[in-house]
């Protein structure tokens, strides 16, 4: 079945791509005494001397832990104002892709959006209610909910408005946290909607229901029956814990691969209704205008797409040589099949390796090995689901599109590397 | 294939075992209408009143998020001091396993076992040396290592010592967190060693290595080097972010189903041997002391396990009804394929529900649902893993290794109800 290791180095050690992409499988056999032991500093070691902090006990323990002090540039980033004047109100904060590795995203990173700020609910006085076209209305506090049988599911959450800024004539200036960082994943438990639903007993009549958070905006969607009858999920739990205020305290929907506000925060109440309730955040927003006046209004599913986290804007390659390309590849739809990497701008690509455990609607990380020579590179990935669908080019997204859409943009997106290392965002 | 919903609910509605378990897919055919709306609290919905925290604006963005104030009990609870005259030194903080669901710890509630305190090691001064029997030793900063291609896993670690209190003749008073805490669960990101090995070029002589962290204790254990070359990694991240200064900041050694304090923290060296070193921290401690003064130094792996979180100690069964007993099970030999329920001491049991992803050396979360009639209960969970291996009575466990062991206790736990709905644990 599967080759020796020694003819299946000399395989590897062909170029997978040009500009420098090796097999992705490069390093499984015993492809790195080529070059990495040239990159890691020193080939000689010389006993360390015992440094201060071995010297001395350490410090001592705390009930809930803390990211190291070194780290503090690990931040969700500047706040992305709607207004200057609100001193609340609506806003964004995005996860620092380009310094995690992996696909879980720690809760305290985890990306925000929120209409009106993030409310202070007392979960002991906290309701949630399902009403409208059902046969029984219910009311379900906390601790009812609790009691309830739990799913757990590892899915993405992204902002319909994520990687907007490739809609501008220009290249922005950004990194991978200001262009793409709507985005996060994390381990998200609760009961299934479908079962709640069942218990209230679903008129014949609802074809979808409305979703209505308690903060100050009463932000509001319309959810297809037929999805909240597949795999929405009211979650209390994110990462293990009860979810954090910022992201929905005490209870959150999960509605997997569709726009990010349709995950409602903070849920109080879900309507059965016999049609879209045409909320102010379906309409005046979250909607995408395309060409000659129309909308794709009720598109929800985030379609593939792909994200080169490492090296992504920010980074300085000092040297040539060795270097790991790894992202990040998701789909609304399903699962992650294929990424694709070029380091030519398009011209030639390679196959990237997929670490497991390659989920439905979940992050999933890429990484493929590059020899950077020196030479100006263009660095762009590619996704391809498991309908089939891959990620369209930009020109090819936006020819479709025209230039009044705003959301939904998961067209290909490019790092360039200058002869001096330097990462940019570009147009290519 | 399927049968139909309807047949297959009639089936479900069957006892799966006595004293009240029921189908593992009891819920998910239909069966939830017979009860769980009664408990729920109210049938009938009234329309909510606009709360407080709905009439005004929320609080603003942060840069790092933190949990809900609501939750200040969900800590790691009394920290185990091996001498309270200490301010720093040895000790443990435990995961308070009865607060949180699906598989993976957050961060900030790892357990932790540190043996001189948490040294606050600078990443820019902090190096890792590779040598001993290798044919060019070598030293990395850690600029070096992340520039290295890497890997990403879920793996549970569990101290050696977790559940330790079993070995008591009389069943300590405790909870899941007091008693199993010692355990968790994490997706680490970092450098295959063996890769690193063979950058270093590994001796023929070369049978073992010794792992020594940078803390006060110089906290050291020999690693066979069969396993460094299986799946070990060193590990800068930590469900998606830098690893924190408590659980080894910024380089930690993963030896995935191992003992836990073989996953060495703070790691700075690694010499490779030609047989175990026999440290401190392997011989004084860490080694299960067996029947006529012999001792199993070298058992490493962590044997199949399970633990019921919800209920367990702490928790007050309100009323009778509808409950869903909910667990973690886990094996350091591979994938959990079986945990077991019983609700009457281990006279009749039921197969749980296992949560996707299931993952070699990972934490699995099981789920059964069962009708509490009111009398009284004993709860057990037992473990089966993909070699076939299912772990012991408590009382078979006992008898095989005498009363001088005090590692790798993995009986089977229990928990009795009592008609007033108290969850305790007891030997049964």
Same mark, same amino acid.
């Given at each position: ?16 791509a ?5 097999h992705?499988?490069?390093?499984l056999a ?8 040239a ?7 010389e ?8 010297r001395?006990?350490g ?14 540039k ?9 207004n ?5 109100g609506?806003g964004?904060?995005r ?12 809760n305290g ?5 929120s209409?009106?700020?993030?409310p202070?609910?007392d ?6 209610v399902?009403? $409208?076209l059902v046969? %029984?209305? &219910? @009311?379900?506090t906390?601790d ?5 049988p739990?799913?757990s +599911? /590892? ?18 200036a950004?990194?991978a946290?200001?262009l ?8 998200w ?11 209230a ?8 229901l409305?979703?209505?958070?308690a903060?100050?905006a009463s ?8 999805k909240a009858?597949?795999d929405?999920m009211?979650?209390?739990?994110q990462n ?7 992201? $929905?305290?005490?209870? %959150?929907? &999960? @509605?997997p ?11 109080? +109440? /879900?309507k059965?209704?016999?049609?879209p309730?045409?909320?102010k ?6 909607s ?12 929800f599913?985030l ?9 992504s804007?920010g ?14 590849a ?7 099949t ?9 011209k030639?690509w390679?196959?990237a390796?997929l670490?497991?455990?390659v989920?439905s609607?979940a ?15 263009v660095?762009?990935a590619?996704?391809?689901?498991d309908?089939?669908?891959?990620q369209p ?7 479709a ?5 705003a ?9 360039s ?8 965002h570009?147009?290519a």
């Amino acid at each position: 079945m599967k080759k020796s290791g020694k003819a299946e180095a000399a395989d590897l050690h062909e170029p997978a791509a040009a500009n420098g992409l090796l097999h992705r499988r490069f390093f499984l056999a015993g492809g790195a005494g080529v070059g990495l032991a040239a990159l890691s500093g020193a080939a000689k070691a010389e006993p360390l001397a015992v440094p201060e902090w071995t010297r001395k006990p350490g410090a001592w323990f705390s009930a809930y832990g803390q990211p190291s002090k070194y780290e503090s540039k690990v931040g969700r980033g500047a706040i992305v104002e709607h207004n200057p004047l609100y001193e609340s109100g609506p806003g964004s904060i995005r996860t620092p892709l380009q310094f995690l590795e992996g696909m879980i995203t720690p809760n305290g990173l985890h990306f925000e959006r929120s209409h009106n700020g993030i409310p202070d609910i007392d979960p002991e006085q906290h309701r949630l209610v399902i009403h $409208g076209l059902v046969k %029984r209305p &219910l @009311v379900f506090t906390m601790d009812d909910l609790a009691r309830y049988p739990m799913t757990s +599911r /590892i899915s993405f959450v992204e902002c319909a408005g994520n990687s907007g800024a490739l809609y501008a004539k220009d290249a922005a200036a950004g990194t991978a946290q200001t262009l793409h960082g709507l985005l996060s994943c994390a381990e998200w438990t609760g009961v299934s909607l479908a079962l709640l639903l069942d218990e209230a007993g679903v008129d014949p009549k609802a074809t979808w229901l409305l979703a209505e958070g308690a903060d100050a905006a009463s932000m509001s969607r319309s959810v297809p029956l037929a999805k909240a009858m597949d795999d929405a999920m009211v979650c209390l739990y994110q990462n293990g814990e009860r979810i954090r205020p910022s992201n $929905g305290y005490p209870l %959150r929907l &999960l @509605v997997p691969g569709y726009q990010g506000n349709m995950n409602v925060k903070w849920l109080r +109440r /879900i309507k059965l209704t016999a049609g879209p309730t045409m909320t102010k955040d379906e309409t005046s927003k979250y909607s995408l205008l395309l060409n000659e006046g129309k909308s794709a209004q009720f598109k929800f599913q985030l379609d593939a797409k792909a994200i080169i986290t490492r090296p992504s804007p920010g980074y300085l390659l000092k040297q040539q040589g060795f270097y790991e390309i790894s992202g990040l590849a998701w789909s609304g739809n399903g699962k992650v099949t294929k990424v694709e990497v070029t380091a030519d701008g398009g011209k030639t690509w390679a196959q990237a390796a997929l670490s497991d455990p390659v989920l439905s609607k979940a992050l999933t990380r890429f990484r493929i090995p590059w020899h950077w020579t020196g030479q100006a590179a263009v660095l762009q990935a590619r996704c391809t689901d498991d309908t089939g669908y891959t990620q369209p080019a930009r020109d090819v997204l936006i020819a479709a599109r025209g230039n009044r859409a705003a959301y939904h943009n998961n067209a290909i997106s490019s790092w360039s590397v200058a002869t001096g290392g330097e990462v940019k965002h570009v147009y290519a």
